[in-house]
């Protein structure tokens, strides 16, 4: 095995009360990829920042292989007192560094002349790339790399990481990054690390693993302890020397058991949904907007219907949110129309975290000031307790919002909109600074929302899971909306946002044709596959005979003397039921999907 080039060993810290890290490790090897996860306020950061140097541990031991470079990417780039961008990345580097910097702000689509104090919060990004990247180092940590750039950026910046020997060290809340660089995961979990050699598409069946592991081993604590504390009642002998030894046991029990920090609540998401909106929530027909001699919508037409989920997606600067604000009446077309259904009650999310006044507390954002109590889905809950649900604790009700970290902005601005009955939620970049919990928690609320979703991302994983269909600039000012998700739409288009065609395709012909009503890209020019045929064809006998199986058991639960004549048989017939209606229910709604596929594909 390599030596380490990066190794933190027994690092610990603590600000203030609990510790924020405890016994934190992290090893790297040359050529390693490895991604960093954990909640948000883990102390992700705090532990790289530790690996870069710029904190110290409270206890704890940094080594660094002698002669190994290393770059740090952080959240929030400090450009000091460079006068320009060039000279920002140029900074320290030698005579080959120099070609290297000019080509990398290039590559970002920075000039080299851009006054830093001027930069957008993207531009500013690219920049503090360009920096760490032009050295080619033999370690690079970065810190939520993707934040603030749009798909086309991050499609660039995981092609030329991927490309590089050097080893990595990933923090980032998009997933599809993670899953497509690492190759290693540490997770650390309330101060502590746990480390699988996997990439992050595993992680979240290992960490279920784990938790579950940890559940069953505080569940013997429990039970040993119950036993120890009936042997001090009842069972204290003479022998005294076994009795202390025995005692000091029971208390070293009870101090585990005290000392153990349990898994952080989940956020608990829930919209309060209006009455249903007509079939037709949004018609577009020919839209166009323009500013100037530029052309940033030129005549496209949509329908949207009810439960849709539509995603826009496109470089920053492209018009996604012009195109959106038409699409909502909130921006009116210089031509064309837009017809908005006469039932649709819209509830929005915009991304500008900074539009919360810093001054207001956390408990008057939710309750315009007036009360202590939000009204969701038609009942009224104490404010405190809905913040509950968006993993704030109690005191933090009174908080000023300036105070708040960019994911507990992200969740609270969600927690606004989805108190807001609504049947079309128009949500614009939802998922920045928020944690993979709370995405997943986000996407199943999503999912499960009986309305319409209107989504601009730059999380592709995001999109993959949740849309119907993906709206995209082509150039021009021209839009085209292909059926799927993301990657089918990259399948259609033959090309990604940058017009990179894929490798392996690079013949694929590219969708011209608007599509206005998606159909979902499984029933796409496919046919059935050798095992969906035989379940088609063996399903209704094996519904057939949990039916029967089903019946037999109730009749013996109909008996009703069976609970006091025979309880363990009672018991048992009772878990049997259970379990064959569950497979049941499963069978019938796999055979039903199956037949619709079937039906799907006959008729094409």
Not at 479 to 504: C, I, N, S
Not at 579 to 604: C, G, H, M, N, Y
């Amino acid at each position: 095995m390599a030596p380490p080039l990066l190794q933190l060993k027994s690092i610990a810290l603590t600000f203030g009360g609990t510790p924020l890290l405890e016994d934190a490790e992290l090893s790297v090897a040359a050529g390693e990829r490895v991604c960093l996860v954990g909640r948000n306020g883990s102390g992700k950061s705090t532990l790289l920042k530790i690996a870069a140097g710029t904190v110290a541990p409270d206890r704890g031991s940094v080594f660094v292989q002698p002669g190994a470079s290393l770059r740090y990417l952080s959240q929030e780039p400090d450009f000091g007192d460079a006068p320009t961008t060039l000279a920002y990345v140029e900074a320290g580097l030698n005579d080959d560094g120099l070609h290297r910097a000019r080509m990398m702000l290039d590559a970002v689509g920075l000039r080299g002349d851009e006054n830093p104090a001027a930069l957008s919060g993207g531009e500013a990004r690219r920049a503090a790339l360009a920096k760490v990247l032009a050295p080619e180092p033999d370690i690079l940590l970065l810190d939520e790399p993707t934040n603030h750039l749009d798909l086309s950026t991050i499609e660039w910046l995981e092609r030329e990481l991927d490309g590089l020997r050097t080893a990595l060290v990933l923090i980032s809340h998009d997933r599809r990054f993670l899953s497509n660089l690492s190759r290693s995961t540490v997770w650390l979990d309330r101060g502590r690390t746990k480390r699988v050699e996997r990439g992050f598409a595993d992680f979240e069946s290992w960490r279920d693993e784990v938790l579950a592991e940890e559940e069953r081993d505080l569940h013997k604590l429990g039970r040993k302890i119950v036993a120890e504390e009936h042997w001090l009642r009842y069972g204290v002998s003479g022998r005294r020397k076994r009795n202390v030894r025995r005692l000091a046991a029971l208390q070293d029990l009870r101090q585990a058991r005290r000392t153990h920090r349990g898994p952080e609540g989940r956020v608990t998401m829930a919209s309060s949904e209006a009455d249903a909106s007509g079939a037709l929530v949004i018609e577009a027909r020919d839209i166009a907007k323009s500013y100037g001699d530029r052309a940033i919508v030129g005549k496209f037409s949509t329908r949207t219907l009810r439960g849709d989920r539509v995603g826009i997606v496109g470089p920053n600067g492209s018009g996604k949110t012009t195109l959106v604000s038409m699409l909502i009446g909130a921006l009116a077309p210089d031509s064309g129309t837009v017809k908005i259904g006469a039932t649709v009650e819209m509830a929005t999310l915009t991304q500008h975290r900074d539009s919360l006044d810093p001054t207001t507390t956390v408990a008057d954002a939710l309750t315009g000031g007036s009360g202590d109590s939000v009204l969701i889905g038609g009942e009224r809950r104490h404010v405190v307790g809905y913040l509950k649900d968006f993993l704030f604790a109690p005191e933090q009700a009174r908080t000023p919002l300036g105070k708040l970290s960019g994911g507990e902005r992200g969740r609270l601005m969600l927690a606004q909109v989805l108190a807001k009955p609504s049947n079309l939620l128009v949500l614009d970049e939802p998922t920045n600074d928020l944690d993979m919990e709370t995405l997943d928690v986000l996407e199943g609320m999503l999912g499960d929302y009986a309305g319409t979703v209107l989504l601009i991302s730059h999380d592709r994983d995001f999109l993959d899971r949740l849309v119907t269909s993906v709206i995209v600039p082509e150039g021009d000012g021209r839009w085209t909306e292909y059926a799927g998700g993301y990657t089918d739409m990259l399948a259609q288009r033959g090309e990604d946002l940058t017009r990179t065609k894929p490798a392996k395709e690079p013949n694929k012909a590219k969708a011209e044709k608007v599509v206005t009503e998606p159909v979902p890209a499984a029933m796409r020019k496919r046919k059935l596959s050798f095992n969906e045929k035989h379940a088609l064809e063996t399903l209704p006998k094996t519904i057939a005979d949990l039916e029967k199986q089903a019946q037999t058991l109730q009749q013996q639960l109909d008996d009703p003397s069976l609970f006091t004549r025979d309880r363990a048989a009672f018991d048992k017939a009772t878990q049997a039921l259970g379990e064959v209606q569950t497979k049941l229910a499963e069978a019938e709604e796999r055979w039903l999907e199956l037949e619709i596929l079937r039906e799907e594909i006959d008729s094409q």
